[in-house]
């Protein structure tokens, strides 16, 4: 589980500050001018945002199932951050809050 967060992290910091955008699921396949249209640093803030949130919600699922000694409790944790942070990413970065408006 720990893992699990280790890599929610690694792959936060990758895309914010590492700039890989191109581990953003259908960016590197986008023309020059579409990747013109989206604003790529606030989608890589979100990114950031929502895989930190999943580690903390691993990692708190670890702590608890060492604590109550249960390792249920760490795998319900680990479904909630997906359940919870995927579809948040996936709806909240596709929305017009991230693409550049027109200056015409």
Known sequence: MILTALIFIVLGVLIKHGKFYNLIAGYNTMSKEEKAKYNIVKIAILFRNVMFYM????ILGYLLSKYYENDKIGLYAIILATITGLPYLL?????NAYKKKDTD
């Open 55 to 58: 580690a903390i919600i691993t």
């Open 91 to 95: 709806i909240k970065s596709n929305s």
